[in-house]
């Protein structure tokens, strides 16, 4: 799996073909598309929308949008914060993980996470966290199994949506 970082100052001037592709990554989770209403029709998510969406992430000036190829093709993307907007807290943030639903269970999830948390921990960051829509349990679960933990849960900063805030430590010792 090869993971860059997307080019692009502004999503809204990417090269349609990667365009393209994004769209297509992000329609093919119409389940998640559904639970978390990030789109007004989870049938019919459009280019515009993807490059809206990015542009939106990419507003926090410590954001990253990463792509994950492999074989040629898009198979993920991660959106990462490297200071959550509340000033308390010290732990960088994986904003999106997503997978296409055509390489689900291909173990792109797992790696594409890891390269998240090696990232962070080659910056010397101690912990790493994420939310989870509570009413995802696939996702509660797949974290689970890479050694997050919950740690509260709330309303997202957001859409004001139900989650669970994981965390994972990246360095052993004290948080």
């Known amino acids: ?6 080019a692009a100052k502004d999503p809204r001037d ?3 073909p990667l365009l393209t592709e994004l769209t297509a ?3 093919s989770n119409h389940a ?3 639970l978390s209403g990030d789109f007004p029709d989870p049938d019919d ?10 542009a939106d992430e990419l507003a926090e000036p410590t954001a990253e949008v990463l792509l994950a190829r492999s074989g040629g093709r898009l198979v993920g993307i991660a959106v990462t914060l490297g200071r959550h907007p509340d000033p308390a ?12 639903a055509e390489e689900h269970r291909a173990g792109h999830g797992r790696r594409l996470a890891g390269h998240v948390e090696d990232r962070f921990r080659a910056a010397g960051r ?9 009413n ?5 679960a797949f974290w689970t199994s890479l050694g997050y933990a919950e740690t509260a849960r709330r309303p997202d900063l957001a859409h004001g949506r139900a989650c669970v805030v994981m965390r994972k430590p990246l360095r052993e010792g004290p948080a």
Request: overall charge negative.
């Open 89 to 100: 807290d010290p732990d960088p943030w994986l904003g999106l993980l997503m997978v296409h």
């Open 136 to 140: 995802n349990p696939r996702a509660l």
């Open 45 to 54: 998510i459009r280019p515009e929308q993807v490059a809206a969406a990015l």
């Open 32 to 34: 998640f598309q559904q």
């Open 25 to 27: 990554l992000y329609a």
């Open 126 to 134: 101690a912990g790493l966290k994420l939310a989870v829509l509570e």
């Open 1 to 6: 799996m090869i993971v860059e970082p997307l």
């Open 14 to 16: 990417l090269p349609g």
